[in-house]
C-alpha cells in the first residue's frame, strides 16, 4: 500500500440538490466577480481555482446556497470568502449591524479567515473584523459600534457581544459556516442555532465540513435551502501526496524517538494529548538544543497568536500542541505532522493530518504507537478510511531518518524568547524570538511511555 488517503466511505453521502447548479469555471476570469477584485487575485498569482472553489462559486455568486465537503486545505477560504465579499461590495454597513458573517469553531481559524480574505476585502473598500474569545472584549465592541461589513467570529464570544447589544445580526444577508463539524464537536450547535436565528432569514447560507454527521446534518436541513453541493474528498479533487505512516515503537524508545524526529530539519507540529505533556515535552526539547514552543488552551490568545509567527517565521521549528491547534493553522510548507499521542477518533486524526499536504502541497503525517495501542489505531485509520504504511522503528535507526528525516539532536540547550502577554491598548514584544542562545534550562522529568 502506498499509504495515500482514499475515499472515506463511512461519512454519510451528500444530499442531491433538487435544482441543478450553474457548470464549473477553469478560470477566477470567468466569473462574475469586480473587476478590482479579479485584479487583486492576479496580483498574487492566483489565475485557476481549485476544484471546490470551481464548482461552488459560480453558483455561490448567485446568491444559491452551498453545501461543501472536504478536507482542510482543499481551498474553501476562497471557496465561500470571495463571493462572500463580491456580493457585499458596494454596501456599507451601519454601526452594530454588520452584512455577511462567517462562523468558525476555533480562535486560530478565526484568524487564518480573516488573514486570508483581507486584502480582497480591502481591495473592495470592505471592512472586516475578527471576533474571537481569550482577546479583550471592549476594543471588538468598539470595532463593531464603529460599523464594519463582514465579522469573522468564534460563536460564544459573538453571543456576548450581541447579548450586550454591540452587534445585531438582523442585517447580515449571507451566512457562512465553517468546519460545522467541530462546531458540533465542541458543544457549539445551541449558540449556533441561536445565532442563525437571529440573521436575515431570507439571506444566503453556505455550510462547509468535513464529514457530515447527524448534528451537521440537522443544520443543513434546517437552514440551508435547495443548495448546491459538492465532495471536495481526495479522490475527487486536487491530487495531494500526503503519506500516512504508523511507526511502531516501544515505551522505553519513544521518549529518543519523539527527539530525535523534533530535530529534524525543517518545521514539524507534534500533538499530545494534554497541556501538561505538552509543556513538559517542549521543556525537554529546548534542553536537547531543539527550538521549540507550546500550544495549548492554557496559553493566552496573544500568546498563542505570537507563538504561530514565532513558528511561521521560522524561529521556532518544533510546534508541541494539543488539539487546540488541530484547525486554523496554515503554515506554507509544512511537511510534516507527528501524532506523538494518537488521536481519540478518525476525525481527529483527520484534522490533525490536514495541517500538512494543503492546497495540492506534499507532506506525512506519522503517528507513534506503542504495543497496546495497535488495535486501536488499525481500528481508526479503516474509520478514516486511511491504509498507512506500518513500521517497526528505534531511535538512532536510519529507517526512522528516511521516513521522517529523525536525526541526532545537538544537546546545546537553547533559549526561545517567551511571547509577552499583550496588554490591552498597548503592542506585544516581536514574535521573533532568540534563536541558539546557550543558558541555563529547566531540567524535565522522563516523558515516559504517553510522551
Known sequence: MNGTVRTNHHSPALPAATTPGLPPVESFADLDMPPVLLASLAAQGITVPFPIQAVTLPNSLAGRDVLGRGRTGSGKTLAFGLALL????????????PLALVLVPTRELAQQVTDALTPYARSLGL??????GGMPLGGQARTLRSGVEVVVATPGRLKDLAGRGDCRLDRVGITVLDEADQMADMGFLPTVTELLG?????????????????????????????????SADPATD???TMEHHVLYVHGADKHATTTEI???????IMFLDTKHAVDRLTCHLLNSGVRAAALHGGKSQPQRNLTLAQFRAGDITVLVATNVAARG????????????DPPSDHKEYLHRG????????????????????RRG???LMTAAGITPRTTRVCSGEPELGRITGARAPSGVPVTIAAPAVERPGRGTSSPRGRRGRAGPARRSPPLGGAA
Open 86 to 97: 463580491a456580493r457585499t461590495a458596494g454596501q456599507r454597513a451601519e454601526p452594530r449591524q
Open 127 to 132: 471592512r472586516m473584523t475578527a471576533v474571537v
Open 198 to 230: 437571529q440573521v436575515c432569514a431570507d439571506g444566503q447560507r453556505m455550510l462547509f465540513s468535513a464529514t457530515l454527521d447527524r448534528n451537521v446534518d440537522l443544520l443543513v436541513r434546517r437552514y440551508l435551502r435547495d443548495p448546491v453541493v459538492h
Open 238 to 240: 486536487t491530487v495531494t
Open 262 to 268: 523534533a530535530a529534524r530539519d525543517g518545521r514539524v
Open 329 to 340: 493553522i496554515h503554515v506554507d510548507k509544512l511537511d510534516l505532522v507527528v501524532n506523538v
Open 354 to 373: 490536514g495541517r500538512t499536504a494543503r492546497a495540492g502541497e506534499s507532506g506525512s503525517v506519522v503517528t507513534l504507537v506503542l504495543p497496546h495501542q
Open 377 to 379: 489505531m488499525s481500528r
